[in-house]
Each structure stands twice: as C-alpha cells, then as structure tokens.
C-alpha cells in the first residue's frame, strides 16, 4: 500500500506544488487547513489537480495553535511535511513570562502528535532562507552554506519567528529517546517564484505587472522555482542521505530590473506597460515618504546574497530551473487566470514591434552597466 504524507497549510502557494507532485508519484496525500469552511474554494480547486491521480485528496482541518486537532489529522501518517509559517511573537499569557511564538507552538504540537502516533517516520520541515541570513548582506565575497544561522535576536518579528521555529525543531528531535526517534529533514529555500495553481501570491512578478511602483531599485532577490521546490520535498521523502540535514533550496539571483526587462520582453507586445526604469537610491528615498513598497527596499538597496546549493543539486538531484524563465511562466499563468491587472490598451502590432526593440535595447545597456548578476 502506498505511503500516507500529511502536508499542513494545505493551500499555500508551495504546499500546492508539493501535493500536486505526490499525487503524480502515486501516494497518498492529506492536506490540513485551519478551516475547512473558508478554504472550500481552494480546496474544491486542489482536488482538481491532479484528476487521475490513483488516491483522492484528503483534506482534514487541523489548527496549528490546538494541539488537540492533529492526533486524528496525523493518524496512520508516515511522512510529515510541515512548513513554517511566520507569526509574530504575541504578548505573554502572564507577566514575567517569554512572548509566545505561534510558529514555535505549531512545530512542537504537530512534532509531539507525529510522536504519539508511532507511525511518522520522517518529518520534513519547510524554513527558509532567512533562518540562514535574515536579508541580502553587503559582503559579495561570502557564500552562505547550511551551516550557518541568521541571529534570532537582531531579525525583525516575523523572520525571528521562522529562526526560533526551526531551531525548536531540531531541538525538539535531538531530546527523543532512541525508541521515539523520528527522522528530521530541512528544507531552506530562497524566494519561491513560479506559476501559481491556486491564487496569485504577493510577489515582485505580480506587482510590475500590476505596476506597483514606478519603476526598479537596485534590489536583488534570491529565486528558486516553485516546482524545484515541491520536487526536493518529494525526493527528500525517500533518500537516506538527506536525514538530519538542512537543505538550501537556491536557483539564481535576480536584480529587480532583470525581472521587469524579461517580463517587458515578453509582454510588452500584450499591452502590458511594465516600468523597467531604474530608480536612484536618493529617488527611492524620496519615494518611500509615500509609498510603503519603496520604504520597504531602503535596507535593501545594492545589497545580494550568494548561497551554495550543492546539496541541492548532488544530494537531492535537482538541477535548478532557470529563474528568468521562471517568472515568464509565472506571468503567463497570472495573466491567463486573471490574476493581474488587464492592460488599459493592447498596443497594436507596429507599437508592439517598438516595444519589443526598446525592451531589447533597455537589456543590452543593462549588462553594459553590469546590473544583470546570476
């Protein structure tokens, strides 16, 4: 019979993906949700993805905070796949004690119901990036392996709480006894980019072509496409060697300008004016006065992170996917489902011609200035 996997937060961007590949690989999957009422939509819609899949989709609710709703949801379960979602800290239940960290709590209420049910063999945590260096560093020379660790007590709120959550992991597996043992895997992948197959996620992708700001600081972002990611998940559900490990999920990095020029390229001739401008840091400064999307680049700015993917690659066996070509697929299901803003006006096919040469001309002098970095 094949193997039961319990994924949490069912309907988010990654665990999507990941659900759809189980299902392709032939296993049996059960999604939580906090509420299975407000998630029917969503729920109807992952059901759908995988239409010949050999077992159904089961969806159960189960809420993080109450530890009491997943003996029933981790029942008969053998791999666990968890992904940490980041909660600020909230106020202490009495004076003198510690705030209380929700992304804590949800780590040890399902690892502690992963225990009591005797059947999970392994559990794969999702973290992040950012629980291995909270943002982009100034330093080029320094590339960020498994090992290190980004400091819980100088990360803003939300990224604290995906350190704390994955360090109570770990802490958690190390204290069971031999008899309880259950095997612990990572996962630490940068920005997860790539067509959605429920709603369209915030993303940079979403907001130039929804054209969110003016144009585009000096601003790089660390990508991993979406379906790179769900596959490690499902590899790593197998593998010996990936036990006790954390893995960087890592594909390339891309300068805010890179992501609007190849989305200009492509969709420029759709009628879609997307800003590929650049914006001074004095402009951005100013433009952060009023607009919250640019107060949010300012610690940021000329600022890039480099990550060793190498377990990635040799241990899990992924090749990354080319994250330029990421975000053109992720526009194209964006466009195609709605998700984005319609153009005011389709050009016609002269402008669109002219469109396509300037967003040509604009990439040639982009990699004469050496922005463009992979």
């Known amino acids: 019979m094949s193997s039961l996997v319990l994924i949490t937060d069912a309907t988010n961007f990654t665990s ?22 407000d998630e029917d939509a969503r729920i109807k819609q992952l059901q759908e993805l995988v239409p010949e899949a050999k077992f159904k989709l089961e969806i159960v609710e189960a809420d993080p905070a109450k530890p009491e709703t997943w003996e029933e949801a981790i029942k008969e379960v053998q791999y666990v796949i968890h992904a940490v979602k980041p909660v600020a800290a909230l106020p202490p239940a009495a004076e003198g004690e510690a ?6 709590e949800a780590v040890q209420n399902i690892f ?8 999970v063999k392994r559990i794969i ?44 992991a770990w802490d958690f597996i190390k204290e069971l006894t031999d008899s309880d043992k259950i095997d612990l895997v990572v996962m630490n992948p940068t920005l997860a980019l ?3 197959l429920l709603d369209a996620q915030q993303d940079v992708v979403k907001m ?41 999920l890592h594909g ?22 997307i800003h590929t401008m650049s914006i001074p840091n004095v402009a951005l400064w100013g433009l952060s006065l009023f607009n919250k999307t640019a107060k949010t680049f300012l610690p940021i700015v000329g600022k890039q992170s480099q990550f060793d993917n190498t377990r990635m690659k040799d241990v899990l066996g992924i090749t990354p996917k080319d994250v330029k070509e990421t975000v053109v697929e992720e526009a194209n299901v964006l466009i195609e ?14 402008g669109a011609a002219a469109a396509e040469g300037e967003a040509k001309a604009e990439d040639g002098s982009e990699k004469k200035e050496g922005e463009s970095e992979e």
């Open 112 to 119: 502690k119901a992963s225990v009591k049910s005797t059947s």
């Open 16 to 37: 999507a993906h990941i659900i759809k590949q189980l299902q392709e690989e032939g296993y049996q999957v059960r999604g939580t949700v906090t509420s299975l009422q």
């Open 337 to 350: 489902k709605g998700l984005v803003k319609k153009p005011k006006r389709v050009r016609c096919q002269g």
């Open 194 to 196: 790539g067509p959605p």
């Open 125 to 168: 945590l999702t973290s992040s990036f950012q629980a291995i260096t909270a943002g982009p560093t100034a330093a080029t020379d320094k590339v960020f392996t498994e090992a290190d660790w980004a400091d819980a007590e100088t990360a803003d709120p939300l990224v604290k709480s995906l350190i704390l959550a994955e360090k109570s």
């Open 99 to 104: 705030p209380v960290q929700p992304a804590v």
């Open 252 to 273: 390339g990095n891309l300068w805010m300008k890179d992501i609007a020029l190849a989305l200009a390229k492509e969709f420029k001739p759709q009628g879609y004016s």
């Open 208 to 248: 130039l072509l929804d054209r969110g700001i003016t144009g585009c600081p000096r601003v790089s972002y660390s990508v991993v496409d979406v379906r790179d990611v769900a596959a490690a998940h499902v590899k790593a559900l197998l593998l010996d060697n990936v036990s006790g490990n954390r893995h960087i």
